[in-house]
């Protein structure tokens, strides 16, 4: 059988006006008009997101430290303030960010077991009410946990057989067991936003291009392959590619659609109060041209 496909699309209607600064994305309120549609009926079904204190918890954060964001250092570190001292955070996601490293705003930090070269590591950015977790371990350790729950439908009677799995040339983040069959899965971190859609690339990516051809050359000869996008951000209601971060990359994924790998989505995001990441939708949309 493989992965559960949905037929749903009814997203409702998105909101073009939310105002956005040229070059960021400032804190994004979580509105009633955001929520709701024009004739007050909400935008997502039963178990999607509703409001922070009604969303299910994933997993707890624990020590998790707010700091403010200076300037980026370089590719992998980020100048942070924690309670008037200046820090070196690292971060994992090899996206851009430019939407969230901007001087001022407000993230959330752990401290590393061991002193290393940084002091921290800067794994969510506040979008109040809640925060978009930009760090990609949490992100897998998170989806984990929802395997783990049962939290997503689509992947009932999947097991987590092996994490880092051979295919072809590529190493593909899982290998799943469905009824003895394997079904390979790649998860790609979606924080980029544009109003009420999380996108991914936010820039080219050479690596995740192979990992697209090799998946869909697997779907083509019978086998089980998917893609699930994690939209970690607050108020997004669907998912679609930024074809303008990596044009190849577009058109692999919209061939991959046709050539049977499942491309998927669940929302997720960090919530403040109670340290916790909290599961918004288990089941996005996914629009692909």
């Given at each position: 059988m493989g992965f559960w496909r949905t037929a749903y699309n009814e997203t409702g209607e998105i909101p073009l006006d939310l105002p956005l600064r040229k070059g960021e994305a400032p804190p994004v309120e979580i509105s009633y008009s955001l929520l709701h549609n024009k004739e007050g009926q909400p935008r997502f079904g039963a178990g999607d997101y509703m409001g922070p204190e009604n969303?299910?918890?994933?997993?707890?954060?624990?020590?998790?430290?707010e700091c403010t964001i200076l300037e980026r250092v370089n590719r992998f570190?980020?100048?942070v303030d924690i309670a008037g001292k200046r820090c070196r955070a690292s971060i994992n996601n090899t996206g851009r960010l430019e939407q969230f490293l901007v001087p001022g705003r407000k993230g959330f930090c752990l401290r590393p077991e061991r002193q290393g070269k940084t002091d921290c590591r800067l794994f969510a950015v506040e979008e109040p009410p809640l925060a978009a977790v930009i760090d990609t371990q949490l992100?897998?350790?998170?989806?984990?946990?929802c395997l783990e729950q049962g939290a997503i439908p689509w992947l009932a009677g999947h097991a987590l057989k092996r994490r880092?799995?051979?295919l072809g040339e590529s190493l593909i983040d899982y290998l799943l067991d469905h009824e003895g069959k394997p079904a390979y899965l790649e998860v790609k971190s979606a924080v980029?936003?544009?109003?009420?859609?999380?996108?991914?690339?936010?820039c080219p990516t050479s690596r995740g291009r192979k990992h697209v051809r090799e998946l869909t050359a697997l779907a083509r000869s019978g086998?089980?392959?998917?893609?699930?996008?994690?939209?970690?951000l607050p108020g997004v209601s669907a998912f679609k590619p930024y074809r303008a971060g990596?044009?190849?990359m577009y058109r692999l994924l919209v061939e991959a659609g046709r050539s049977g790998?499942?491309?998927?989505?669940?929302?997720?995001?960090?919530?403040?109060?109670?340290?916790?990441?909290?599961l918004l939708n288990a089941d996005l949309p996914v629009e692909i041209a």
């Amino acid at each position: 059988m493989g992965f559960w496909r949905t037929a749903y699309n009814e997203t409702g209607e998105i909101p073009l006006d939310l105002p956005l600064r040229k070059g960021e994305a400032p804190p994004v309120e979580i509105s009633y008009s955001l929520l709701h549609n024009k004739e007050g009926q909400p935008r997502f079904g039963a178990g999607d997101y509703m409001g922070p204190e009604n969303t299910a918890s994933i997993m707890n954060v624990d020590h998790a430290v707010e700091c403010t964001i200076l300037e980026r250092v370089n590719r992998f570190v980020v100048a942070v303030d924690i309670a008037g001292k200046r820090c070196r955070a690292s971060i994992n996601n090899t996206g851009r960010l430019e939407q969230f490293l901007v001087p001022g705003r407000k993230g959330f930090c752990l401290r590393p077991e061991r002193q290393g070269k940084t002091d921290c590591r800067l794994f969510a950015v506040e979008e109040p009410p809640l925060a978009a977790v930009i760090d990609t371990q949490l992100q897998m350790k998170a989806f984990e946990r929802c395997l783990e729950q049962g939290a997503i439908p689509w992947l009932a009677g999947h097991a987590l057989k092996r994490r880092t799995a051979r295919l072809g040339e590529s190493l593909i983040d899982y290998l799943l067991d469905h009824e003895g069959k394997p079904a390979y899965l790649e998860v790609k971190s979606a924080v980029l936003r544009d109003v009420a859609y999380a996108m991914y690339p936010d820039c080219p990516t050479s690596r995740g291009r192979k990992h697209v051809r090799e998946l869909t050359a697997l779907a083509r000869s019978g086998g089980n392959a998917a893609i699930l996008f994690i939209a970690a951000l607050p108020g997004v209601s669907a998912f679609k590619p930024y074809r303008a971060g990596d044009p190849e990359m577009y058109r692999l994924l919209v061939e991959a659609g046709r050539s049977g790998v499942a491309l998927k989505a669940i929302s997720m995001a960090y919530r403040p109060r109670g340290s916790s990441v909290c599961l918004l939708n288990a089941d996005l949309p996914v629009e692909i041209a």
